[in-house]
T-cell receptor, first 112, second 114 residues
């Protein structure tokens, strides 16, 4: 079945440093979504990428979808303590529009 | 307020004692889904429902049952819980199961099976 690998599993950064998390899928994806889960909270949708090579920005967050639609990244510039949480990617395989497979997540700690 | 609600939020039970976790959404969403979250494994889909009376297995359906008799409700049933079902459970819903629709998650239910 479809697998979505996400790295790193943990990342500690000093406030103001940049942060990047990467997702790789074993199959071509029709789209990929990113979610953020604060400690003790539930996943909250951030963004969706659909097109090959797509790049989207939300303030300090930059999301990319690979040309082959098998990988994606989330980059945060100049992290803040409010960025703390676990970031998940979730992809839909081209062959199965109904199932969303989540990566294992990257837990971000921002040290003040 | 648009939301997905789950009850109970916390539950401690014993092996073999049947339990139900309720999930309800007020957004008139067609698609609903259950996930479990375990450390290092991310979110794994248990079951999903495309619409009323339409359900299907996700990646880890063993030991779980669901039903979708009404559009707004999607209960998760553990007929005979075992300790390996100790986990954090999330219900989610979206407008449809199509690829362009995001999922809204409930607050989670932390289940411990002794």
């Amino acid at each position: 079945g479809q697998q979505v690998m996400q790295i790193p599993q943990y990342q500690h950064v000093q406030e103001g440093e940049d942060f990047t998390t990467y997702c790789n899928s074993s199959t071509t994806l029709s789209n990929i979504q990113w979610y953020k889960q604060r400690p003790g909270g539930h996943p909250v949708f951030l963004i969706q990428l659909v097109k090959s090579g797509e790049v989207k920005k939300q303030k300090r967050l930059t999301f990319q979808f690979g040309e082959a639609k098998k990988n994606s990244s989330l980059h945060i510039t100049a992290t803040q303590t409010t960025d703390v949480g676990t970031y998940f990617c979730a992809g839909r395989s081209s062959g199965s529009a109904r199932q969303l497979t989540f990566g294992s997540g990257t837990q971000l700690t921002v040290l003040p | 307020e648009a939301q997905v609600t789950q009850n109970p939020r916390y539950l401690i039970t014993v092996t073999g004692k049947k339990l139900t976790v309720t999930c309800s959404q007020n957004m008139n969403h067609e698609y609903m889904s259950w996930y479990r979250q375990d450390p290092g494994l991310g979110l794994r889909q248990i079951y999903y429902s495309m619409n009323v009376e339409v359900t299907d297995k996700g990646d880890v359906p063993e030991g779980y049952k669901v039903s979708r008799k009404e559009k707004r409700n999607f209960p998760l049933i553990l007929e005979s819980p075992s300790p390996n079902q100790t986990s954090l459970y999330f219900c989610a819903s979206s407008f449809s199961g199509g690829e362009l629709h995001t999922q809204y998650f409930g607050p989670g239910t932390r289940l411990t099976v002794l």
